[in-house]
């Protein structure tokens, strides 16, 4: 099949790739450019597992094809910590005890992200409403909504 | 439990960092250079014979290395249909390619010719004598049948004397109950006690009703998938994503007919297995024979879609139960006979029917259960296999009882809760049992005397029982020159098993949880640890880990003894060094220091070893009351308040422990009100997230777990497996609660709000 050129900024690095048109940007994430922090839970769009920020949106990277990202910068959770230290809601997932086994972590916290992001005073009502879209099967997610709101807190105490 | 340095705190998880960062490899996070990728055709019809497998299309397609079918399995077990197809979905062949989509495409591409046959779904049509059947050998005698037919057997056998007549008179009241032999039947189970007869006749108030529990699926959040590189020399590699290694590596073995050694499976973390995640047929050895086939790595990754046709969920069953009580409330009879819908291969954790006697004090049971066959795939375990549905039905009628004798639900079931000590019905003693003060603690948090409710307002209570597994483990614990200590072992976790671990080496080392680390070995490597299913990691490993500490221990005050020219028996740990207990002068060495002088040692370096095997384990309790709400226009039940109380004998680390609480009481609720596995006569119509509902954080408030600690005595420092009691009461909890909310008593799951609507209007079950 033939491939397209693509430019994009994953996490600060621009990257130019030829991507078949009928991969998903989650595929080329994955498998083309190798960051496999962002999962894939059920490629329908509907479990929130391969969420990322795009152009400062939360967006569910299997509902995307590659192509579309073509200029776009994208935030997966390989890219929010810095050198030393953890995103605030990072940490928050740690100390809150916010994941068992993990695989929705990502999601959950670059999804918690965006929406801090654009709501940083959220209410524990809004933030259970903003993460409807993402899938926790270990949690039950108290330990969950506690870790964003304690981030939150820490965020706009930082 | 203050006198603990590092047990009982809310320590942060040993893996948390490659958790949170997306560092952490899940078994589709592996590639291999030159891997290829395997997927699969697989059955558009429930029922149907295969007539002709026509591969040549695909073949042609560029990208495609190779395609297999049950031809190509050697060993002649099933691993793909060849004859007939028995459910919607199954696979008939698979086809490995350099690309995800060819691969795909190519399987598009092969030709299946069928006969389709009448298919059957439903158990209670599945054990007519009209139904379809899926398998040979299939029938069996109903307990009224049986009762009879265990008789007559004897008796013909007895050659001592002439049974002829009573023979005849047997055989014709058998034919008076001819309706009662029971088709498609893959298993079943009987137990009793007393006679449930003469306990059905002394009680004042018998009350019958029939349950009805869907099947549901595991809903893991990453699916299946397995990665498998075959060298020439015949080495298997795979990388799996299981609950068990050592099972996945027996498992292949015995599948394929490898020997052992030949075997290594590399654990990878896991995203979730719920009971899910032990078998091998979904994509371990179909992986492994693509590799054979090609040479290449292969990798196969269930999509969502397939997770629902192919998978192996809990399944669904029916339940008929009578129970009987006294006005006071004693309960004297219970009888159960239950329908296990077990799809198309046998299994189906009908053993745990007989928990219908649930943790109370009767003389009089009865359970028969059947696992039938119906055209769905087969089913596996789901986070305390059997009990959640079992105790729905169980529970269910409890609380029926005591709103038609006026009793307090929560009254009415200490009064006849089991005590330490007290005889199970078909059971041994009671051993050291925490039941009452579970149901209290979980009261006492809601004030649940002094509970209020507005209008289609009502609250539910119902608790569940499980009893957690044990099985062998091994493991190594080193200690570095540095002072610091390390675990070395094979078994899976996935809820922070392993910080548990390293909480129990910490502690009986008086070294900082900071100077404990734990790495996990492939098969290969690690010695032998059982599986991660049943509760079993905290008890077996926990206990495997305090040998093993203990077996460091000795050798690190055996060092020190040397060293400081002291007897072992006036040493002792403290701080992460040897000192003496008393002493004048005090003196001490560090673990360091003694790791550095062990390796001149004869000796050599300090590793302790811990090996398990069994010991007995206690039964917990899970208790749950929750507080709803329900619209009657819209039929949705709001949960205003859940609390789960749970005998975990000892929490090591209450932060994991309360996780597992939430957890498991979110999965039952939404087992009680949205989750159902839909079956028409073409097989599963809803195999993904939006007609297969699951909860999300917008569909709960908080649950509000409380922990109570009864000791197990065998426990490592008295705990208990977690993991599964919490989802056991909470189908009956949601059920009792809409009951005691508007009056109306829901048999058959889900609660979904067109359902309740319905049983508003008169017309509903
Ligand atoms: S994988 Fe994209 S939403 Fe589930
Ligand atoms: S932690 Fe397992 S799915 Fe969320």
Known sequence: MKKHPVSLTVNTDTYDLLIEPRKTLLATLRDTIGLTGTKEGCSTGDCGACTVIVDGKAVTSCMMLGVSANGKEITTVEGLASRDQLHPIQQAFIDKGGYQCGFCTPGFIVASKAYLDENPNATEAEIRHALGNNICRCTGYTKIIEAVMSAAEAMRNA | MSEYAVLGKRVPRVDALEKVTGAAQYGGDVHLPGMLHGKFVRSKHPHAKILNIDTSEAEKLPGVRAIITQDDVESGRRVFASDKVLYLGEPIAAVAATDPDIAEEAADLIQID????????????????????????????????????????????????????????????????????????SAETHSASGDVEQGFAESDLVVEDTYVIPRVHQTYMEPHVSVADVESTGKVTVWASTQGPFAIRSGIAGTLGIPLNQINVIPTTMGGGFGGRFGVVLTHVPAVLLSQKTGRPVKIQMTREEEFTDGRPAPGCVIKLKTGVKNDGTILAREGLAFWDSGSISGASIGSTIRLRGVYKFPHLKVDAYGVYTNKSGTAAYRAPGTPQVAFAGESQLDEIARKLNLDPVEFRLKNMRVTGDPVPAGPKEPKVGYKETLQAVADAVDWKNRTKGPNQGWGVAIGDWTNGCGPGGMFVSIHEDGSARIFHGSIDITGTDTALAQIVAEILTLPYEDVTISRGDTDSAPYATGSGGSVVTFTMGNTAKLAAEDTQRRLLELASERLNTEVESLELKDGRVSTIVGDPPKSIGFGELAAYSLSTTGGPIVGKGSFARKPSTPALAAQIAKVEIDPETGRIKVLKMASSQDVGFAINPMAVEGQIEGGTVQGYAWATMEEMQYDKKGNVNPGFVDYRVPTSADLPTVESVIVEVEAPDGPFGAKGVGEPPITPTLATMANAVTDAVGIRITELPMKPEKVVAALHGNGK
């Open chain 2, 114 to 185: 069928y006969e389709v046959l009448p298919a059957v779904q439903d158990v209670m049509e599945a054990i007519q004598p009209d139904a379809p059947r899926l398998h040979s050998d299939d029938t069996k005698d109903g307990p009224a049948r049986r009762a009879i037919s265990t008789v007559l057997r004897k008796l013909e056998r007895d050659n001592s004397q002439d049974h002829s007549a009573e023979i005849a008179e047997l055989n014709a009241q058998l034919e008076t109950i001819e309706g009662e032999v029971y088709y498609n039947i």
